[in-house]
Protein backbone atom coordinates (compact mmCIF):
# COMPACT_ATOMS: atom_id res chain seq x y z
CA UNK A 1 0.00 0.00 0.00
CA UNK A 2 1.71 3.43 -0.83
CA UNK A 3 1.48 6.09 1.41
CA UNK A 4 -0.79 9.17 0.47
CA UNK A 5 0.84 12.17 -0.39
CA UNK A 6 0.58 15.19 1.54
CA UNK A 7 1.20 18.57 0.88
CA UNK A 8 2.67 20.42 4.22
CA UNK A 9 3.46 23.42 2.49
CA UNK A 10 -0.18 24.13 2.05
CA UNK A 11 -2.69 25.20 4.26
CA UNK A 12 -6.15 23.10 4.63
CA UNK A 13 -9.14 24.52 6.87
CA UNK A 14 -9.12 20.86 8.65
CA UNK A 15 -5.52 21.65 9.86
CA UNK A 16 -5.99 24.87 11.12
CA UNK A 17 -9.24 23.41 12.81
CA UNK A 18 -7.19 20.52 14.56
CA UNK A 19 -4.40 23.22 15.82
CA UNK A 20 -7.15 25.19 17.31
CA UNK A 21 -8.91 22.35 18.52
CA UNK A 22 -5.44 21.56 20.36
CA UNK A 23 -4.38 18.96 18.27
CA UNK A 24 -1.23 17.98 16.57
CA UNK A 25 -2.20 16.84 13.32
CA UNK A 26 -1.23 20.11 11.34
CA UNK A 27 2.40 21.86 10.08
CA UNK A 28 3.70 25.23 9.91
CA UNK A 29 1.46 26.58 6.98
CA UNK A 30 -1.27 25.17 9.03
CA UNK A 31 0.01 27.01 12.24
CA UNK A 32 0.70 30.08 10.51
CA UNK A 33 -2.96 30.66 9.51
CA UNK A 34 -4.14 29.74 12.73
CA UNK A 35 -1.79 32.02 14.30
CA UNK A 36 -2.58 35.10 12.66
CA UNK A 37 -6.40 34.56 13.16
CA UNK A 38 -6.02 34.05 16.70
CA UNK A 39 -4.15 37.11 17.14
CA UNK A 40 -6.60 39.27 15.12
CA UNK A 41 -9.72 37.28 16.87
CA UNK A 42 -8.56 35.91 20.19
CA UNK A 43 -12.03 34.26 20.72
CA UNK A 44 -11.82 32.13 17.83
CA UNK A 45 -9.78 29.07 19.86
CA UNK A 46 -13.01 28.91 22.02
CA UNK A 47 -15.24 29.47 18.89
CA UNK A 48 -13.41 26.24 17.26
CA UNK A 49 -14.11 24.31 20.34
CA UNK A 50 -17.76 25.65 20.58
CA UNK A 51 -18.44 24.59 17.27
CA UNK A 52 -16.90 20.66 18.20
CA UNK A 53 -19.19 20.91 21.22
CA UNK A 54 -22.87 22.01 18.86
CA UNK A 55 -21.79 18.58 16.74
CA UNK A 56 -22.14 16.72 20.29
CA UNK A 57 -25.03 18.14 21.29
CA UNK A 58 -27.03 17.76 17.99
CA UNK A 59 -25.66 14.02 17.20
CA UNK A 60 -27.03 13.11 20.81
CA UNK A 61 -30.01 14.68 19.89
CA UNK A 62 -30.33 13.21 16.92
CA UNK A 63 -29.93 9.87 17.90
CA UNK A 64 -32.31 10.45 20.86
CA UNK A 65 -34.53 10.80 18.10
CA UNK A 66 -34.11 7.84 16.77
CA UNK A 67 -31.96 8.34 14.09
CA UNK A 68 -29.54 5.36 13.16
CA UNK A 69 -27.61 6.50 9.95
CA UNK A 70 -25.29 10.02 9.86
CA UNK A 71 -23.47 11.05 6.93
CA UNK A 72 -20.90 13.28 8.41
CA UNK A 73 -19.36 15.65 5.80
CA UNK A 74 -15.85 18.07 6.27
CA UNK A 75 -15.70 15.62 9.62
CA UNK A 76 -12.14 17.04 10.11
CA UNK A 77 -9.45 15.10 11.84
CA UNK A 78 -10.84 12.88 14.27
CA UNK A 79 -10.52 14.29 18.19
CA UNK A 80 -12.95 13.44 20.93
CA UNK A 81 -16.81 13.11 20.49
CA UNK A 82 -16.01 12.05 16.99
CA UNK A 83 -20.00 11.07 15.67
CA UNK A 84 -19.81 7.98 15.89
CA UNK A 85 -18.89 8.01 19.57
CA UNK A 86 -21.77 10.31 20.21
CA UNK A 87 -24.34 8.33 18.11
CA UNK A 88 -23.74 4.69 19.28
CA UNK A 89 -23.60 5.79 23.02
CA UNK A 90 -27.27 6.42 22.90
CA UNK A 91 -27.43 3.58 20.05
CA UNK A 92 -24.37 0.78 19.83
CA UNK A 93 -25.76 0.05 16.26
CA UNK A 94 -25.68 3.22 14.13
CA UNK A 95 -24.24 3.65 11.63
CA UNK A 96 -21.64 6.99 10.39
CA UNK A 97 -20.04 7.77 6.86
CA UNK A 98 -17.70 10.50 7.21
CA UNK A 99 -16.15 12.52 4.42
CA UNK A 100 -13.32 14.55 3.78
CA UNK A 101 -11.55 16.01 1.06
CA UNK A 102 -7.83 15.66 3.05
CA UNK A 103 -5.58 13.44 2.93
CA UNK A 104 -4.27 13.15 6.12
CA UNK A 105 -7.53 13.17 7.93
CA UNK A 106 -8.31 10.16 6.17
CA UNK A 107 -5.01 8.56 7.16
CA UNK A 108 -6.28 8.97 10.89
CA UNK A 109 -9.74 8.55 10.05
CA UNK A 110 -9.17 4.67 8.97
CA UNK A 111 -6.98 4.17 11.50
CA UNK A 112 -8.72 5.73 14.35
CA UNK A 113 -12.30 5.62 13.54
CA UNK A 114 -13.64 2.60 14.70
CA UNK A 115 -17.07 1.46 15.12
CA UNK A 116 -18.87 -1.04 18.08
CA UNK A 117 -19.23 -4.24 17.10
CA UNK A 118 -22.80 -3.32 16.56
CA UNK A 119 -22.57 -0.39 14.61
CA UNK A 120 -20.34 0.46 11.53
CA UNK A 121 -18.18 3.23 10.32
CA UNK A 122 -16.52 4.10 6.51
CA UNK A 123 -14.61 7.15 5.63
CA UNK A 124 -14.13 8.50 2.16
CA UNK A 125 -12.03 10.95 0.78
CA UNK A 126 -14.19 13.57 -1.23
CA UNK A 127 -15.64 16.84 -1.49
CA UNK A 128 -18.46 18.12 -0.57
CA UNK A 129 -19.13 20.58 -3.89
CA UNK A 130 -19.19 16.74 -5.90
CA UNK A 131 -22.26 15.36 -4.16
CA UNK A 132 -23.13 12.64 -6.25
CA UNK A 133 -19.55 10.91 -5.54
CA UNK A 134 -20.39 10.61 -2.52
CA UNK A 135 -24.05 9.84 -2.46
CA UNK A 136 -23.71 7.03 -5.13
CA UNK A 137 -20.11 5.67 -3.67
CA UNK A 138 -20.16 1.95 -2.93
CA UNK A 139 -18.50 2.55 0.55
CA UNK A 140 -20.88 4.70 1.79
CA UNK A 141 -24.03 2.32 0.31
CA UNK A 142 -22.63 -0.35 1.84
CA UNK A 143 -22.87 1.82 5.21
CA UNK A 144 -26.29 3.86 5.40
CA UNK A 145 -29.56 3.09 3.64
CA UNK A 146 -31.29 6.16 2.15
CA UNK A 147 -34.48 4.88 2.45
CA UNK A 148 -34.93 5.09 5.63
CA UNK A 149 -34.10 8.50 7.57
CA UNK A 150 -30.54 9.86 7.63
CA UNK A 151 -28.84 12.76 9.14
CA UNK A 152 -26.62 14.77 7.14
CA UNK A 153 -24.08 17.11 9.17
CA UNK A 154 -22.24 20.06 8.22
CA UNK A 155 -20.33 21.31 10.60
CA UNK A 156 -18.03 24.60 10.26
CA UNK A 157 -17.41 23.64 6.55
CA UNK A 158 -20.07 25.63 4.29
CA UNK A 159 -18.70 28.65 5.06
CA UNK A 160 -15.20 27.16 3.06
CA UNK A 161 -17.11 26.85 -0.55
CA UNK A 162 -17.60 30.25 -2.53
CA UNK A 163 -20.73 31.25 -3.47
CA UNK A 164 -20.33 30.62 -6.95
CA UNK A 165 -19.65 27.11 -6.35
CA UNK A 166 -23.13 27.10 -4.91
CA UNK A 167 -22.99 25.58 -1.38
CA UNK A 168 -27.10 25.72 -1.62
CA UNK A 169 -27.47 23.28 -4.97
CA UNK A 170 -24.55 21.06 -3.32
CA UNK A 171 -26.73 20.78 0.02
CA UNK A 172 -29.86 20.23 -1.82
CA UNK A 173 -28.12 17.09 -3.62
CA UNK A 174 -28.05 15.81 -0.25
CA UNK A 175 -31.35 16.33 1.13
CA UNK A 176 -32.95 15.31 -1.86
CA UNK A 177 -31.01 11.86 -1.38
CA UNK A 178 -32.68 11.73 1.44
CA UNK A 179 -36.34 10.36 2.82
CA UNK A 180 -38.64 12.20 4.78
CA UNK A 181 -38.10 11.90 8.08
CA UNK A 182 -34.32 12.89 7.86
CA UNK A 183 -32.59 15.64 9.26
CA UNK A 184 -30.29 18.46 8.45
CA UNK A 185 -27.41 19.86 11.67
CA UNK A 186 -25.68 22.98 10.20
CA UNK A 187 -23.36 25.17 11.52
CA UNK A 188 -21.71 28.33 9.88
CA UNK A 189 -20.04 31.28 10.35
CA UNK A 190 -21.44 34.65 10.24
CA UNK A 191 -21.10 38.92 10.73
CA UNK A 192 -24.44 38.95 12.13
CA UNK A 193 -23.71 39.29 15.49
CA UNK A 194 -20.07 40.36 15.75
CA UNK A 195 -19.23 42.13 12.40
CA UNK A 196 -16.09 43.60 13.37
CA UNK A 197 -14.31 40.60 14.90
CA UNK A 198 -16.33 37.91 12.26
CA UNK A 199 -15.03 40.96 9.66
CA UNK A 200 -11.27 40.67 10.88
CA UNK A 201 -11.15 36.48 11.44
CA UNK A 202 -12.07 36.26 7.83
CA UNK A 203 -9.40 38.63 6.51
CA UNK A 204 -6.74 37.09 8.59
CA UNK A 205 -7.61 33.76 7.31
CA UNK A 206 -8.55 34.33 3.46
CA UNK A 207 -4.40 34.03 2.37
CA UNK A 208 -3.17 32.19 -0.01
CA UNK A 209 -5.59 28.80 -1.00
CA UNK A 210 -8.08 29.28 2.34
CA UNK A 211 -11.27 30.52 1.87
CA UNK A 212 -14.15 31.38 3.88
CA UNK A 213 -16.88 33.59 3.64
CA UNK A 214 -19.72 34.63 6.45
CA UNK A 215 -23.11 34.51 5.73
CA UNK A 216 -26.19 36.22 7.35
CA UNK A 217 -29.35 34.22 8.80
CA UNK A 218 -31.10 34.73 5.19
CA UNK A 219 -27.98 32.91 3.73
CA UNK A 220 -27.89 30.26 6.13
CA UNK A 221 -31.80 29.38 6.18
CA UNK A 222 -31.89 28.46 2.68
CA UNK A 223 -29.91 25.43 3.63
CA UNK A 224 -32.99 23.95 5.10
CA UNK A 225 -35.30 24.36 1.99
CA UNK A 226 -38.08 21.48 2.78
CA UNK A 227 -37.32 21.11 6.42
CA UNK A 228 -38.69 22.34 9.72
CA UNK A 229 -35.98 23.77 11.86
CA UNK A 230 -36.29 21.87 15.63
CA UNK A 231 -36.40 24.22 18.62
CA UNK A 232 -34.75 26.54 19.22
CA UNK A 233 -34.33 27.20 15.54
CA UNK A 234 -31.52 29.19 13.71
CA UNK A 235 -29.12 30.71 16.67
CA UNK A 236 -25.97 31.21 17.78
CA UNK A 237 -24.36 27.29 17.45
CA UNK A 238 -23.54 28.10 21.54
CA UNK A 239 -26.78 28.47 22.33
CA UNK A 240 -28.31 25.55 20.44
CA UNK A 241 -29.64 23.53 23.46
CA UNK A 242 -26.77 24.27 25.74
CA UNK A 243 -25.59 21.97 28.06
CA UNK A 244 -23.00 23.77 30.49
CA UNK A 245 -22.38 27.51 30.75
CA UNK A 246 -21.24 29.07 27.61
CA UNK A 247 -17.36 30.75 28.10
CA UNK A 248 -17.50 34.40 28.44
CA UNK A 249 -14.90 34.79 25.71
CA UNK A 250 -16.77 33.19 22.87
CA UNK A 251 -17.10 35.12 20.18
CA UNK A 252 -20.99 35.33 19.01
CA UNK A 253 -19.26 34.04 15.12
CA UNK A 254 -21.60 31.53 14.01
CA UNK A 255 -25.13 29.99 12.91
CA UNK A 256 -26.54 26.38 14.38
CA UNK A 257 -29.40 24.61 13.80
CA UNK A 258 -31.38 20.84 13.18
CA UNK A 259 -33.69 20.59 10.84
CA UNK A 260 -36.17 17.47 9.96
CA UNK A 261 -37.16 17.17 6.29
CA UNK A 262 -40.90 17.55 5.44
Excluded at 113 to 120: D, H, N
Excluded at 179 to 203: N, Q, V
Aim: a negative charge; proline letters at 7%.
Amino acid sequence: MTTPKIDTSVPHPARVYDYWLGGKDNYAADRQVAEAVVAATPGVVVGARENRAFLGRAVRFLAEQGIDQFLDIGTGIPTAGNTHEVAQSVNPAARVAYVDNDTIVMVHARALLTSTPEGRTTYIEADLREPRTIIDHPDVNKVLDFSRPVAVVIIGTLMHIKDEDDPWGAVKQFTDATCPGSYLAITHLTADFEPDAMGTLAKNYNTGPLLMTNRTAEDVTRFFDGFDLVEPGLVWASEWRPDKPIPAEAVRGGYGAVGRKL
